[in-house]
Every structure is written in C-alpha cells, then in structure tokens.
C-alpha cells in the first residue's frame, strides 16, 4: 500500500465523525474518490418509431451487458467474485426480464425507458420480499445502470480512475464494480447503503479491506476530502492532515505486515487451547484455512449452493461441489451446517410463500417438516463427499429451538454415516435448555447474529438497531455462558460461529465465558489468535464477569 498524497484537506470544524457499520476492520486514509454517478433518463422519452427496432436495442444492450458480466467473472481473481459476477449476469439473462422490457416496448415505451420500467417492477418484487433478496436489489440497479448507459451513449458508469490509491465512497457498490477493486488502488470503502450481508459486505471481507456500510451521511463528503476510515469501529474521520494520514498508512501497513506473519494454534498467555476456525461459502474460502493457519473450517454457508435456484441441486451436484470445498482440508475439520433456508434468505421452492414473520416462520431445519427429503439429500452428500475425500467432516443444523430437533436432527446424521453432529444455538430457548440439548447432540455452535435478533427482539437486517444487536449486550452474554458451561458438563464443543466471534475484545471474554472454538471471516483470525494470546484464562474469566455485569458502555 502506498501514501496517498493529500490535496484537498476537509473544511475544519464542521464534522469531525461520520458513522455506519463497520464490516471489516482495520484503517486506512486517503482522499475520497466519490463513485461514478448512475446514467439518468432525459426527462422526456423520445417517440418509439420502430418498435421491433427497439426491441432488439435492448435485448442487445442486456445481451452486451451479460456478455461484459461474464467477461469479468472469468478474468477476476477476487475470491467469490465470480460467483457474484455470474450471479448478476443471470439476471440480465432472465427470460421473464426480457418479456417484461418487450411488453413494455409493445406499450410505447423506448428501449431505455423500457428497461427501466422492467427492472424498476423486479426492483419492488424483490424489496417485498425483504431480507437477502432485498439486499440483491443492488445486482438488478447494476444490470439496469449497465444496459440504460449502453442504450444512450452514456459512459459506464464504475469504479473511478484515479493515479493515486484513494477512499471510494458510493452509494452502494454494484457487485461488478467490486471486481476492480483492489488493496493497491482502493485503501477502504464507505457506502450510503448496503447491510452486513450484503455483497460489499461480504466481498470486502474477503478482501480483508476496511469497510463501512450504512454510513448515511457519506453522502456530505467530497471528492478529494482527505478522511480516515476505521472499517472496526464503523467510523470516517474527516478533517484529516496530511501528516496524519501518512501516520495512519504507515501502522496499518506494519499491522498487516505483523498479520501476515501470525501463524501457529490459538491459546491464551498460559496455554489454554481455543481452537481458530473460519466462516465460509465455498471452495475459495476453503483455501484461506491454510493461508492464515486456521485450524479448520468452523461454519460452513451451504445455502449459496441453493440460492438462484428454482428446486434443490441434486445430489451428484452436491457432491462434487463438497469435495471441492473437503479437499482443500488437508486433515483439518470441517464443520458443515445443513441448509438455513427462509428470513434473510428465502428459497422459492423451500419456503412458504407470504408468512407474516419469515424470521420466526419455517426457516432453518423447520423446513425438514415439509420438505424432508432436501435435508436427507444434502446429508447423503455430505457423507459421499466425506468418504470420497477421507475429510473430517462435522454437520450441524441450524435453527434449533428444542432437545427433541437436536435429537431428530443428530440421530439423522448418524444414520447417514455422519459420525458428529450437532446443533446450532441461536434460539434462546436452545441456550436456556443447552444441557438437554447436549444430552443428545455432539457438539454446538453458537450463531449470535441470529440469537442477538431473538433475544433482544431486533431484526438484525435493521442497521438503526445496531445498539440492540451489539454482542455485548448483558443478556446475550448470559445466553452464551449458559450454552458454554452446559459443554464444559457434558465434555463436549460449545463454539460461537457468528460474527461475535471474529471481535478481538469480545473473544477473551467469549473463552472466558467457557467457549471451546472462534470461528470467523480469514482476515479476523491474526488480531483474534494476538488477542487471546495477551490473556491468561484466569483473565478472560474476569473479563468475562465484568462483562456479564455490563460493566461496558453499550
Ligand atoms: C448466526 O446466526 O450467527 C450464524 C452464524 O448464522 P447466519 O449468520 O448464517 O444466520
Ligand atoms: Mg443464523
């Protein structure tokens, strides 16, 4: 990473501190390069004269825009970008899509007004939906940015050029724009928009570069301010020197530096063994375990092998898809969890249609009581895959609420040559009965994004709630302690694989609480594995109970 030079210093004394939700730690500072804007219609439509003649501009202009889509996804080397890539050109392939822009041709509008018509009708589909499919709504305003600037000669809009690297701020970022992105040219990213999960979310994480989504007032900063980024605290400083932001590069430079450097087991001061896993989606993922040194794979997101699918992947695509993923183990575990379909992440073919609560509906392992043969499917994969790669696999379901699913759901397992199996706790009531639990199950993982939602009853797409949904919460921690302490009885795992786990100061205290495993996104696990190895246990037991007192300001 190089200094940015600063030219245009940020007016003094009107804000010092713009805030959002930080998605990816570590900081950066640099002069602000603000993101293309989106082609805009001219207020009036020119009058269609040849309708077929329309039609064929815009199926070409969503042709080319596929075509440039795919282009990109086959020349990028950014994990799980071409997944996105491809994804997004999907949907500029969609038939329904096309005789949506059609009929809207045949009504009178022009190609470009047409494809916004089309695409802006899927945009409302899609927010009604809510959750995930809502937060897919950034891929179709790409497609539609892409196609329109196309249809009136406008240039792409994209990722800035710039000679020196700089801060992009934008409203949200198109998943085709994150493919240019790179550490050398962009320091860190701040968007308007976007939640935890979405694909800037998720991208930047894997880029290991700092980000901060939700930061509604990002819109105020100009092109050229010199700011701070904080992708930790969720925070832009503005009104930065020079001097400062060489400083500020400097330390994030030798911080990398010393991250890249961090190998070997997590352990507290005096040894204790808290094992390092990662979150992943994929065989990309996969790969980071041996990068970074992790122990293994900790929660392993099957959903994305089912998500953009009109019904289940059968179960030779299944297997070869684990094996893929089995084979990058190297001897290491893998923990995989079954399919958590519905909320944030609905299925077509899975769940129900028009549930007045999805979070609280069937989702997670509750759609085994419709649709069984989903769940036995993927279990049946998974130990083909197992047995084809000789991997240490572990499956767990997700969306437990009582010892009578953890026993269904491990005797199932079992019968299907899955040898550990286990629950995930992200129901209070799973916590609360975690011995009863572990009376039948072989382990647990604890997902705090999902038991932070029910347990302080705040949904947790809603960035406003962010407080409420704050790990540190009291109650949470009661919840986790409960959970951990029933694994310590029993002698068996209790691992947090939310996103709790990946908070430096939040993991002594989660080890001292009596959790056995942190499983978290690669670019977590050197400030974790350095946090950990600064306390003795006897220390995150303290910081534990002062902790479980709210001894920290919310
Ligand atoms: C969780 O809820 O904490 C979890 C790990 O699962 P997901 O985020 O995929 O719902
Ligand atoms: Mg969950």
Known sequence: MTTPAAEVPGPPGVRSHLSGIGVCPGRAAGPVALMGPRPQLPAEPSPVVDADAEIQAAVAAMTLTAEDLERRAAATSVPGAAEVLEATAMIARDP?????????????????????????????????????????????????????ATLLGLPMPGVPERDAPY??????????????????????????????????????????LPAIVACTDAGSLREGE????????????????PDEAADTNRREQDRRAAKAASRGPGRTADGHPVALLLNIGDATGAAAVAKVDAEGVGLFRTEFLYLDRQDAPSVDEQVSLYMGVFNQMAGRKIVV???????????????????PNPALGVRGLRTARRSPEVLTDQLAALSLAQTAT??????????????????????????????????????PAAALRAADLLAYTDFLSIGTNDLAQYTLAADRMAGALADLLDPWQPALLDLIRLTAQAGLAAGKSVGVCGEAAASPPLAPILVGLGVTSLSMSASAVADVRDALAAVTLAQCREMANEALAGRRSL
């Open 390 to 427: 000789g991997a240490v696999v572990w499956v767990m379901a997700p969306m437990v609420a009582t010892a009578a699913e953890a026993r269904w759901f491990t005797d199932l397992a079992h019968d299907h040559g899955l040898p550990v199996a286990g629950a995930m706790v992200e129901i």
């Open 226 to 241: 010199l700011v701070e980024v904080d992708g930790g605290a969720g925070e832009v400083r503005v009104g930065v020197t």
């Open 96 to 148: 329904s899509l096309e005789e949506a822009i059609r009929s809207a041709i045949a009504k009178g509008e022009p190609a470009a007004w047409a494809v916004d018509r089309a695409i802006d009708a899927f945009r409302a589909l899609l927010l009604d939906l809510g959750g995930y499919m809502a937060e897919r709504v950034g891929d179709l305003d790409d497609v539609r940015d892409r196609a329109v």
């Open 337 to 355: 969890r079954t399919l958590d379909a519905g909320a944030d992440k609905p299925l077509p073919f899975l769940n129900p249609e028009g549930e």
């Open 167 to 208: 801060i992009l701020v934008a409203d949200d970022l198109a998943p085709a724009d994150t493919v240019t992105l790179t550490t050398d040219r962009v320091l860190a990213l701040v968007t308007l928009r976007g939640g935890p999960t979405s694909h800037t979310a998720i991208l930047a994480r894997s880029l290991g």
